[in-house]
């Protein structure tokens, strides 16, 4: 195998039908690509098939124009199909306010190398995080979200992310609700971070309903945010143990943790073609 | 200290007061016992304070002359007062259905030595366990529960339990909700396990809740049981991580481990005189 | 896809070569299989492929004579292979000698479906499980052992086991060690659960190793048995943690949770056709 | 309670004895303190007592002359006493190479108030991180290590210690062994975190070690350093599952976040006065 031949990622969906593993790596196969993972699974209930498979173009013609082609293929055989060529990094935008432990830790890692993206935009209601954002080298733009002004300021976020071409929206412990307008007018994904564990604890302050209900374990939640608040599609989930010594403010500080490690598990994941949404749900596939 | 010296157990809780860790401590050792562990805590909203502590009681006193004294100790000092003698191990009555996975799970684990306690009687509203139960050597009572005959059941239930001088119940994965009225009457503790992290998909069906939302754990929290339905004090809670691939099936094979183990340590932490109740929480001393 | 087709998992390993994925698929499809799950892995380093492949068998074929089929078909593409029908449940047996929670942990699994498989026989150099064993209705066999007779007594069990026709032997907490001899004979696979996180704490008295070094976790790790002692393939582990509150006594407690879950989870994948093992590793399919 | 009231900690160590409670809160109690949180344990075995204690001043001396009090009553009644007060944040170094996941996430933790310290001094054999520290506000020693000058470098770094009062060393993945001259002579506690769950895997490349063991688990192990290479008194540690398809680099990968809440929570631990060590193990008051 050529170690640096370029790879692809195809994520395929559509009615299971008998064949397709076979038919999908014949193709490959036969344009002279090498699989290195592939995966799937099938809903019975539902009658869905899923795939995702990896290969190294290895033949004569491009990444790109392999993609092409395999889209057309995956148009012939009823699938909807996905496909990213391996080093197009997708522009990223953080939505903050003025908590700063998801922020760090995203930048973090991506500047550790663990993001297949590239972080091209901080936005926020607060200038809190400007300076550092400019430390980290990464332009910061400054929204200010009040009541009355709220579309307005929306309608300069989907401005702002559309001229600088962003392909996923991280919503960083940004504390405002997205209106159902903006999640259905930006037309990309965005991911959020709920500190609670789904359905548990939905809407505002989860670690004070949390404590005031006495669970012993708290935990976050990382989802699609959709129009419906706190119900979109999860990702991924994490929790940790409490006791009753611990007060709302242990929890926060414990709550951070947790937090940073399941939103960077669900962007990474996201980053590297490994989810698929049906019916509110999501195939993650590892 | 005398390996073998009786030991008391002793829960105190009251209104918080300067000097209480110091008096408590002072009347043990006045007394001639020798503290093993005492832990405490005060709830500085609710300006509640809560102690356990244990010791070795090596005056010249019995233990039972002891835990009496200290009885009208504790009154003096304002506290809601505990006490239990090891070696005293109190009457306890599993209530199961068809499900044998708790059943035989907190059997095995009192007979290995775990449990101070006697597991005295099993009920049940079928015969499933039956022959079970009499290979264990525990009388089983069977008796039907259909909703004409309800109140007529618990009446019978609450009988064999009183007569039996049952210290604690533990619904082990019993499959009837028990009413208001029962648990109003019986004056004695009833663990639950509910097969789901509450407050999360309380109610019927939680596995089944829990696929159709495409959460990524699954939980079991054992608690209290009171008039409210799976709104009770919380004791334990566990999760294990699922994926798209889990059917409900699976989500109910992987959650009895869980179920296992979390009745197990809240049924432990009961019988080794841990929880305190208060305002619908528990404190935990571990 | 037709419910009731019997189905076929395979296991392939050899060396890397192009297309394999796509062969293997094609084989199946153009033989009226339908794949529910197929997972693979390839070992750069090393150069080795590896996969495992299910499919429901719905040609003309029996499942016998696919499978028959099958073996020639990996021959043919220099694969290893190893294929299972469904429900040719293989005969098992366990080796114990006291300790009964690993015991009647795997025995009630399988009682309630989990393992796709018959335990058989029941081996022990003490008889303290003898009647419980024959209150399950499996054969018990007593077989001493003492330093002067072991082998003897080992060339008794291999007898045994083979005259049952094992397919797997479990060592529940059998607490002889095994000769070279006995495991390079015996021909079939030894599953043993070490109570350590190998590999630290190897060899006798683990857990009063771990008290003596004063770790904050425990452990347990299931392997398949060598000639060199717990220094076989490791299948699973797992680890609790522990605080400087807890005995020898309190960690034996501790630890039998984990190696009964521990245990059963590489039994489970050991039935289900899970497990490929190379170059003193193994790759576990999940 | 007075909710500004300065505290106290104090931690004893010594011969067991009866009455060792009653003593130290009755002493509490009759100088004015109120006790906030106190814990304790006896080692039966080594017939030793530990205690934590935590009391709000509330007498008419201030925290100083209470905390010299106690200094000399810990002495009457023959225990080894160590008493901080709060608000008084000792200074702390950092020794870095060029790895810098736990160098930023300690200091964003410190600098997020999770820390009761200071971080004054940054000392590297690489000027990898010099800018970073910079960009903190935090002084960076540049201190190479080359095998001929490794002794006069680490007399340098423990003059620059000792100038800079510092009175906690961690080694945030500082890839230098640290002689046994230099642990003796620092006279301060030295946390390192070493990339195992120890005793497994002691020394060089403890991924890559596991890597060839083929483990499921990888392990982080903070601890206190001492003359014998990663034999010292271990304060926590923590593990994740890998399977067969972690690569080397993913466990190092894996392993970034282990090795940052590990390290962390020992530092935590430590900074709060929870940790006493004896017999080369550590009670570790939670």
Redesign the interface.
Known sequence: ?APNAPRIVALLSGP?Q??L??KV??W??ENGG?????????D?EAGVFFQRVEWAV?GERTAEEDAKAFYAFGDSIGMKTHVAISGCNPKVALMVSKA??CF?DLI?RWK?G?FPCEIALIISNHETLKEASE?YGIPFAYIPVARETKSEAEAQQLALLKQNNIELVIMARYMQVLSPIFLDTIGKPVINIHHS?????AGAKPYHQAHK?????I?ATAHYATADLDQG???????ANI???NTVRDLI?KG??MEK?TLATAVSRHLENRILVY??????F?
Chains 1, 2, 3, 4 share one sequence.
């Not at 090498?34 to 099938?42: E, M, S, T």
């Open positions: 195998m299971d008998k064949g593993v076979s790596s014949s490959i196969f090498n699989i290195i993972h592939a995966d799937q699974h099938h019975p290895e700063d432990h760090h973090l550790a663990d430390n564990f789904l359905p548990a604890f209900r006495g669970v012993k374990l935990g599609p999860i990702i991924h989930q994490a929790v006791t009753h010594r500080r951070r943790d490690l019916e509110n749900k999501t195939v993650v590892d």
